[in-house]
């Protein structure tokens, strides 16, 4: 399976906007790339996904390079809500079994 | 509110012990999938289930088990409980095989 490489944390200031970065090199043409973030004491949560183009919803928005090998999940405007970890995950279009590979994350603080 | 529902949501047990994990997917999901979440191993995929049959296995132990009833609720079975098994057990839903997957609130294990 294709792996992520998140960075272990990252920091931000509250109303900022915050840029999550997720490596995938190895990604394959049918991988599809997925985020979920897990607020504390919470379940995972649902974040954006998308697989060549760029993608925005009410959460987040999802910037996909060009060769798909990288992409990065953007918070307009962090509030201290959005402390969580964010999970980058790959999934393949045809995953039979349709599990979640969670990876380590990045662990967002926020700050006021 | 994932919609997702969980029971117990703590549960204290001796080593040696069975317990049973409830779930009660959102309405109309049809596949409902377990993980667990411990300190050291991170988020794990234990096994899926999609309108009452088994659909993948992930790392799950022999000592474990799971169903999905007609009613599309799902039970894991936790048997010859170790230390080890402590950990938060969650369970997701979705709607199809491919969809997004929402997660219930976790049921907190601890093996004593």
């Known amino acids: 399976d294709a792996k992520t490489t998140q960075p272990n944390s990252m920091e931000s200031n ?79 279009y045809n995953n039979a079994g349709n599990m979640l590979t969670f990876g380590g994350g990045t662990r967002l603080m926020v700050k006021p | 509110d994932s919609g997702v529902t969980q029971t ?21 999901d049809l596949s409902v999938y377990w993980y667990q979440q411990s300190l050291d ?16 296995k992930g790392n799950i132990l022999e000592r474990f088990s799971a169903q999905q009833f007609p009613d599309l609720h799902s039970e894991l079975n936790l048997s010859s409980l170790e230390l080890g098994d402590s950990a938060l057990y969650f369970c997701a839903s979705s709607t199809q095989l491919a969809d997004t997957q929402y997660f219930g609130p976790g049921t907190r294990l601890t093996v004593l």
Request: aromatic share 8%.
């Open chain 1, 14 to 92: 509250e109303e900022e906007p915050v840029h999550l970065p997720c490596n995938h090199s190895t990604i394959s043409g049918t991988d599809y790339i997925h985020w979920y973030r897990q607020l504390p004491s919470q379940g995972p949560e649902y974040v954006i996904h998308g697989l060549t183009s760029n993608v925005n919803n009410r959460m987040a928005s999802l910037a996909i390079a060009e060769d798909r090998k990288s992409s990065t999940l953007i918070l307009h405007r962090a509030t201290l809500r959005d402390a969580a970890v964010y999970y980058c995950i790959l999934r393949p």
């Open chain 2, 41 to 56: 191993q991170g988020l794990q995929f234990l096994i899926q289930y999609y309108n009452g049959e088994e659909r993948a």
């Open chain 2, 8 to 28: 117990p949501k703590h549960l204290i047990t001796a080593t040696g012990q069975r317990v049973t994990l409830r779930c009660s997917p959102r309405s109309g």
